[in-house]
């Protein structure tokens, strides 16, 4: 297994004490250090890894289980990891074996040459003039991709901007022109798409689905933690595409496109159908799992019947897409909407959102009985 962490003194100790565990029951132990999580799913995929935990936080550290590529790990992993941990039985064989720690220091730097490598051999790119912008939170991805765009010779200014977020890219340029994060994803998946089948989380645009036909390919979602092995071939394939889940790649990524095609930022835009993504959290203290199973059983969604309910319940309307999906923490409900436009995304966001309150004052009634 793979061991790594954000770098702040709790995360360092929690990945020290997790390595020690692993070892001491004869796991063999990768550790990354001090890494990104980006960085980090690229040290599990160039050595071949299929467990890993990263760590990261300051006050209260939070553990990722992760497994190929950085993918969160299957139920069935994550449960056994969660129960080792709380009652400290953690097996190991009769005669005592300790695992072997081997220290991985220059992943960062491959990862940064693996970046140069998706930059490089582009003259037009080199002309283009772009500056980079980050939410604050994601300032070190930023600054990164800034640092190697002057490497590649990209000078600054008033041309294109490049904005990493915390879930995604985004594009806007002098002229006005702006692409949101999930328009910047379609389009890097769009393009993929033209090379084979892509696999994306199952909360992705669905109108990616469509775009997939089109090219006479396939669309496959994997699952944030499924229950059994249905998502398999999506994980294989996702394991294998980095840039679906690393920003910076995706900032690349579109970068590159847009340059090598000699495209407007407006005339890029232009070759993704409309649509647009919104959504809003609803609190529910009790059962939100229950709540969007009967709302997914009562508006016939559309994975009711091959028991995706457990990621989220997915509803076409005559306008666009909903999903209901319970938060991780299990105190609400994340409610998405797509459409093509804003305006009708959140209507059909501000539709859900009113049945998940109706059912839930209902519910809490109900109770108080």
Same mark, same amino acid.
């Given at each position: 297994?793979?061991?790594?962490?954000?770098?702040?003194?709790?995360?360092?100790?929690?990945?020290?004490?997790?390595?020690?565990?692993?070892?001491?029951?004869?796991?063999?132990?990768?550790?990354?250090?001090?890494?990104?999580?980006?960085?980090?799913?690229?040290?599990?995929?160039?050595?071949?890894?299929?467990?890993?935990?990263?760590?990261?936080?300051?006050?209260?550290?939070?553990?990722?289980?992760?497994?190929?590529?950085?993918?969160?790990?299957?139920?069935?992993?994550?449960?056994?990891?969660?129960?080792?941990?709380?009652?400290?039985?953690?097996?190991?064989?009769?005669?005592?074996?300790?695992?072997?720690?081997?220290?991985?220091?220059?992943?960062?730097?491959?990862?940064? !040459?693996?970046?140069?490598?998706?930059?490089?051999?582009?003259?037009?790119? %080199?002309?283009?003039?772009?500056?980079?912008?980050?939410?604050?939170? !994601?300032?070190?991805?930023?600054?990164?991709?800034?640092?190697?765009?002057?490497? +590649?010779?990209?000078?600054?200014?008033?041309?294109?901007?490049?904005?990493?977020?915390?879930?995604?890219?985004?594009? !806007?340029?002098?002229?006005?022109?702006?692409?949101?994060?999930?328009?910047?994803?379609?389009?890097?998946?769009?393009?993929?798409?033209?090379?084979?089948?892509?696999?994306?989380?199952?909360?992705?645009?669905?109108?990616?689905?469509?775009?997939?036909?089109?090219?006479?390919?396939?669309?496959?979602?994997?699952?944030?933690?499924?229950?059994?092995?249905?998502? !398999?071939?999506?994980?294989?394939?996702?394991?294998?595409?980095?840039?679906?889940?690393?920003?910076?790649?995706?900032?690349?990524?579109?970068?590159?496109?847009?340059?090598?095609?000699?495209?407007?930022?407006?005339?890029?835009?232009?070759?993704?159908?409309?649509?647009?993504?919104?959504?809003? +959290?609803?609190?529910?203290?009790?059962?939100?799992?229950?709540?969007?199973?009967?709302?997914?059983?009562?508006?016939?969604?559309?994975?009711?019947?091959?028991?995706?309910?457990?990621?989220?319940?997915?509803?076409?309307?005559?306008?666009?897409?909903?999903?209901? %999906?319970?938060?991780?923490?299990?105190?609400?409900?994340?409610?998405?909407?797509?459409?093509?436009?804003?305006?009708?995304?959140?209507?059909?966001?501000?539709?859900?959102?009113?049945?998940?309150?109706?059912?839930?004052?209902?519910?809490?009634?109900?109770?108080?009985?």
């Amino acid at each position: 297994m793979s061991v790594g962490c954000s770098g702040t003194a709790p995360a360092v100790a929690f990945r020290h004490a997790a390595a020690s565990g692993a070892l001491s029951v004869g796991l063999d132990v990768y550790d990354l250090g001090d890494c990104s999580r980006e960085v980090f799913s690229y040290g599990m995929t160039l050595v071949g890894l299929k467990l890993g935990v990263w760590i990261e936080g300051v006050e209260e550290c939070r553990v990722h289980v992760v497994q190929e590529g950085g993918l969160p790990a299957v139920r069935a992993v994550e449960r056994s990891v969660e129960n080792a941990l709380g009652t400290g039985e953690l097996p190991s064989g009769e005669k005592r074996r300790f695992g072997r720690l081997t220290q991985i220091s220059d992943s960062e730097v491959l990862y940064e !040459s693996h970046l140069r490598g998706m930059l490089s051999g582009s003259e037009k790119l %080199r002309e283009l003039k772009i500056d980079v912008a980050s939410d604050g939170v !994601s300032r070190g991805r930023a600054l990164l991709l800034e640092r190697l765009l002057r490497e +590649t010779g990209v000078k600054s200014g008033r041309g294109l901007t490049v904005r990493i977020g915390e879930t995604g890219v985004s594009l !806007s340029d002098a002229q006005g022109a702006f692409l949101s994060e999930q328009r910047v994803f379609g389009l890097c998946c769009m393009a993929e798409l033209e090379k084979g089948p892509v696999a994306v989380g199952c909360g992705a645009p669905r109108i990616l689905d469509g775009i997939a036909a089109r090219h006479g390919t396939r669309l496959l979602r994997y699952m944030s933690c499924p229950a059994d092995d249905s998502d !398999s071939e999506a994980r294989r394939v996702a394991a294998l595409q980095l840039w679906s889940r690393d920003t910076v790649m995706q900032a690349i990524k579109v970068l590159r496109h847009i340059a090598d095609n000699g495209l407007s930022v407006r005339r890029f835009a232009e070759l993704l159908p409309d649509f647009a993504v919104t959504g809003r +959290t609803v609190r529910v203290e009790r059962d939100p799992a229950g709540i969007v199973g009967r709302i997914g059983n009562e508006d016939n969604a559309l994975n009711a019947s091959d028991g995706g309910i457990g990621e989220g319940a997915v509803f076409r309307t005559a306008r666009g897409y909903a999903t209901l %999906r319970t938060l991780k923490k299990g105190d609400g409900i994340r409610i998405t909407a797509e459409a093509d436009s804003a305006e009708t995304a959140e209507e059909i966001c501000g539709f859900y959102a009113k049945r998940v309150e109706q059912l839930r004052n209902s519910l809490d009634t109900e109770r108080q009985k």
